[in-house]
C-alpha cells in the first residue's frame, strides 16, 4: 500500500466510527487480528486494549453507549521508513449522562497495516516514537 492509501483506510476507518459508529463499514476495513492499545484512555474505557473484530464491536458499543455526536478526525499524518502511519487527530462528542461536549485536541496514533487492511493502532499522550523523523503525507 501507498502513505496515500493507508490514509485513505484510515480515514475511511475514523468516518465510519463517527457514524454511529457503522460497525458493518468498520469490519472490512480491519485485519482479523486487528488490536487497538489504548494507552490512557484505557482506564477510561476499563482495558488496555480491544482485540479482533469482537474487539471492534465492542468498542464501538462503549463509544456509542457513552457518547453521542461522536466523531474523530485525522489533523495530521506522516508515514514512517518502516511503513507505519503516524497521525495526530482530535474527536469530540457529549456525554450521553451529563449532555457535556467532550473534546481531545490532540490525540496521537500509531497505525500498522497487514493484507491493505488496518491491523493495529496504537494510543499515545504525545508524538509517537519516529514523529519527527516520518515523512509528511499530503
Do not use: C
Not at 41 to 51: H, K, L, N, Q, V
Not at 60 to 79: P, T
Amino acid at each position: 500500500m501507498t502513505p496515500a492509501e493507508k490514509l485513505a483506510l484510515a480515514q475511511r476507518s475514523y468516518a465510519a466510527l463517527s457514524a454511529g459508529p457503522d460497525i458493518e463499514a468498520l469490519l472490512p476495513l480491519n485485519h482479523p487480528e486487528w488490536e487497538f492499545r489504548m494507552g490512557s484512555m484505557g482506564a477510561a474505557f476499563g482495558t488496555e486494549s480491544f482485540r479482533g473484530h469482537d474487539g471492534i464491536r465492542a468498542l464501538a458499543s462503549a463509544l456509542d453507549e457513552g457518547f453521542e455526536g461522536f466523531a474523530v478526525e485525522i489533523d495530521e499524518a506522516k508515514i514512517t521508513s518502516e511503513g507505519l502511519l503516524l497521525v495526530r487527530g482530535n474527536s469530540h462528542a457529549r456525554s450521553r449522562d451529563t449532555h457535556m461536549e467532550l473534546s481531545i485536541p490532540a490525540f496521537w496514533q500509531e497505525i500498522a497495516f497487514r493484507d491493505d487492511l488496518i491491523l493495529s493502532v496504537a494510543q499515545f499522550d504525545g508524538p509517537p516514537p519516529g514523529w519527527e523523523e516520518a515523512t509528511p503525507i499530503t
